[in-house]
C-alpha cells in the first residue's frame, strides 16, 4: 500500500508553523484545527526553525545550499576526469618522443 496523507503546500505549512510561533497557539490546537497530525507539525517546525525562508522547498527542488553542494560536486567530478585523462596523455607522450 502506498501513501494516502494529504500533501500540503508550503503557504499551509508556513501558516501553521506562523500559528503556533507568533499566534502563540498550542502545538496540538494548531495540529487538531487544522486536521494533521502533531508529530507533522512539529516535523514542519524544526524544519522552519532550522531553515526559515528555504523551509519546505516542495518535491524534487533543493535547497540552495544543497544546490550548490551538488553544482560542486560535479564539478569535482568533471576536473578530477580531465586530470585522469591529463595523466593519460602525458604518459602516451613520454613514451612516444624516442
Same mark, same amino acid.
Given at each position: ?9 508550503? @503557504?499551509?505549512?508556513? @501558516? ?48 540552495? @545550499? @544543497? ?32
Amino acid at each position: 500500500m502506498g501513501f494516502t496523507g494529504k500533501r500540503h503546500n508550503k @503557504e499551509f505549512k508556513v @501558516e501553521a508553523v506562523r500559528l503556533v510561533i507568533e499566534k502563540k497557539l498550542s502545538v496540538k490546537a494548531v495540529a487538531t484545527d487544522l486536521g494533521i497530525n502533531v508529530k507533522t507539525l512539529y516535523g514542519w517546525l524544526r524544519e522552519y526553525t532550522k531553515h526559515k525562508d528555504d523551509a519546505f522547498p516542495g518535491s524534487g527542488k533543493l535547497r540552495p @545550499e @544543497e544546490a550548490e553542494i551538488r553544482k560542486l560536486k560535479r564539478q569535482v567530478a568533471d576536473l578530477e576526469e580531465q586530470i585522469a585523462i591529463l595523466k593519460k596523455a602525458k604518459a602516451y607522450f613520454a613514451n612516444h618522443r624516442k
